[in-house]
């Protein structure tokens, strides 16, 4: 499987007397199968719009989106999404928001209730099941949401700063238990963020944008989350000098963005 | 940049520090298990028994003392006496639970009826731009007219006996209902609906499983706000050829100036109307516990 996004622009059209913006302007990227790529950049760079359209809730103004040599014309199952916030449905308990995606894709009570199960258990909610999701804390609601898109095992898996509300510590953990778990299926994941650090540990590939109009600025490979996979902990990854090197590198490319816009 | 100090507040209530200004510019503190700052919180029953009790008290004292002629105001024991009277008696020789339940079958079979083209309408037309753009003029074209004015009209048309009566109820529940529930539509948040999409769902799951889900609370107050309005008909559709029902029985009983009974009958509705507006209440918190809080 491998995603082709070739010279896609999007401009969101004038509206209230707005003039048209610039969302994206000729982006180019592909994400192999297994690949991590992650977006950062100034708010307003176009990353959730790149999301948006990689999962079909939008179509470019100009160029192509392809899956698997499929042009890209909708949302689909092999897409799933995990949004920063508002997505889950507060009439279901835990388990059934968790099993959703199945539900929807007629799945017997009985086999999707084991599956959100185990899915409930990775993301460390075991005994929460029956709870109605309002009454969780944001980090458990983040990982419901998580676990509810993991379920549906979809190829591409897309996050929308999944991990934003969380607090340091849990935050780390919920990076090292995507990471597993992306080792462990070796899903595709396109995955935006705010935090450079979560960027450099968590990516093979990294994507830096840059807003009006919204378009890719630099590339990089990263080799920390093969490091950490291979048993290195994140802690020693991420005080390896190359890994500082780098955070310093993308530091100065983001804080030159955001003088400029000033 | 130098940054200048910062203002000081005024030296005296710093001093007094709970001031009345500050203590009444800020919400009051709460109770354990309450959540600070959250619009109206507490529980008001008690209150609102000592509200009643008081009215009791006033509207006693105002006839016991004399001060307006029973015709005006009858005392509370003249109105409860009534009451005992067209219980065991009926009133026009009709019982008085039959007046009682030809009206409430009149009301409902509104509601109902209402609610079983109404909802649907309201969901189509907050899903299709098609049938917003049918059935958006005529209904709001006949929303702000009160009942009583198309009462000739529906006389007219459907004659004197129960289909006008409860059509003109209907009428004046069927609105509020529709516009609740396309109001509704929009309960859903996009990230919801696109959640839904992105694991596989079809058009048709998504409405069944995320947006109809999320207009619950919106229609249920619709409904309650429905039949709301339609013990406010009532009185109206009991002008017409009525022998029977509440409505009918307030309205006689004015011709004969019996105030007593016309209170009595007021009294009645609103118990009526209040006891099933406290089953909505229950069933929302029963069916719609996540209301507001996601
Ligand atoms: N529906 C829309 N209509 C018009 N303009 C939009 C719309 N959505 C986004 N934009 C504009 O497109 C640009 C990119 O928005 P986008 O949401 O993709 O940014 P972002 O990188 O995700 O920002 P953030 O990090 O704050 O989430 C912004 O300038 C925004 O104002
Ligand atoms: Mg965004």
């Known amino acids: ?262 | 940049m130098t940054l200048s100090p910062p203002p000081k507040a005024p030296a005296k209530a710093a001093a007094n520090g709970a001031g009345i200004r500050a203590r009444l510019s800020r919400a009051r503190a709460t109770k354990p298990g309450e959540i600070y700052g959250v619009p109206g919180q507490g529980n008001t029953f008690w209150l609102s028994v000592a509200s009643v009790l008081v009215m009791l008290f006033v509207w006693w004292l105002v006839t016991a003392l004399g001060l307006v002629k029973p015709l005006f105001v009858p005392s509370p024991q003249s109105v409860l006496a009534k009451f005992v009277q067209i219980w065991n008696q009926g009133f026009t020789n009709t019982p008085f639970l039959e007046h009682v339940s030809i009206s409430t079958f009149r009301v409902f079979s509104a509601f109902i009826l209402a609610c079983l083209i109404g909802l649907p309408l309201g969901l189509a037309m907050g899903m299709s731009p098609v049938m917003r753009g049918i059935f958006d003029p005529p209904i709001e074209f006949y929303r702000p007219i009160p009942p009583l004015a198309y009462l000739p009209l529906m006389i007219i048309w459907f004659g004197i006996d129960e289909t006008s009566k409860v059509l003109l109820i209907f009428l004046s529940m069927f609105a509020p209902i529709v516009l609740g529930a396309r109001s509704g539509v929009k309960s859903a948040a996009i990230e919801q609906i696109h959640a839904a999409y992105s694991f596989g769902a079809t058009r048709w799951q998504v409405m069944r499983h995320v947006i109809l889900p999320s207009a619950m609370p919106e229609i249920l107050t619709a409904m309650r706000v429905g039949i709301g309005f339609g013990w406010t008909t009532l009185v109206a559709a009991e002008m017409v050829a009525a022998t029977k029902g509440l409505g009918y029985m307030v309205l006689s009983a004015s011709q004969f100036l019996q105030t007593s009974v016309v209170i009595m009958g007021i009294f009645v509705i609103a118990i009526i109307a209040f006891a099933f507006d406290l089953l909505m209440r229950f069933l929302e918190r029963r069916l719609v516990p996540w209301k507001g809080r996601m």
């Open chain 1, 1 to 262: 499987m491998s995603l082709n996004i070739d010279h896609v622009s999007v401009i969101y059209p004038a509206a209230d007397g707005r003039p048209p913006v610039a969302a994206l302007s000729e982006i180019d990227l592909t994400i192999a199968e297994g690949e991590f790529v992650v977006a950062l950049g100034a708010s307003g760079c176009g990353k959730s719009t790149l999301l948006n359209l990689i999962a079909g809730f939008l179509s470019p103004t100009t160029g192509s989106l392809t899956l698997e040599g499929r042009a890209v014309s909708g949302p689909g199952a092999d897409r799933a999404v995990v949004f920063q916030k508002h997505a889950l449905l507060p009439w279901l308990n835990v388990l059934d928001n968790v099993a959703f995606g199945l539900m929807l894709q007629g799945v017997g009570k009985e086999a999707r209730t084991r599956t959100a199960n185990d899915y409930i258990g990775l993301l460390g909610l075991d005994g929460f099941q029956n709870s109605p999701v309002y009454k969780l804390s944001g980090g458990m609601q983040q990982r419901v949401g998580i676990a509810r898109a993991l379920t549906c095992d979809p190829k591409v898996l897309l996050m929308d700063e999944p991990l934003g509300a969380l607090d340091a510590l849990t935050r780390e953990k919920a990076q090292e238990l995507i990471l597993k778990i992306w080792g462990e299926t070796g899903k595709s994941v396109f995955f935006i963020t705010h935090s450079v650090e979560e960027a450099l540990f968590m990516g093979t590939k990294l994507i830096v944008m840059s807003p009006r109009p919204g378009r890719i600025t630099h590339r990089f490979d990263l080799p920390f989350s093969r490091q950490f996979q291979s048993g290195t902990p994140a802690r020693k990854v991420k005080a390896s000098p190359e890994f500082i090197a780098l955070r310093e590198t993308v530091l100065n490319i983001i804080f030159a963005d955001e003088e400029a816009l000033e």
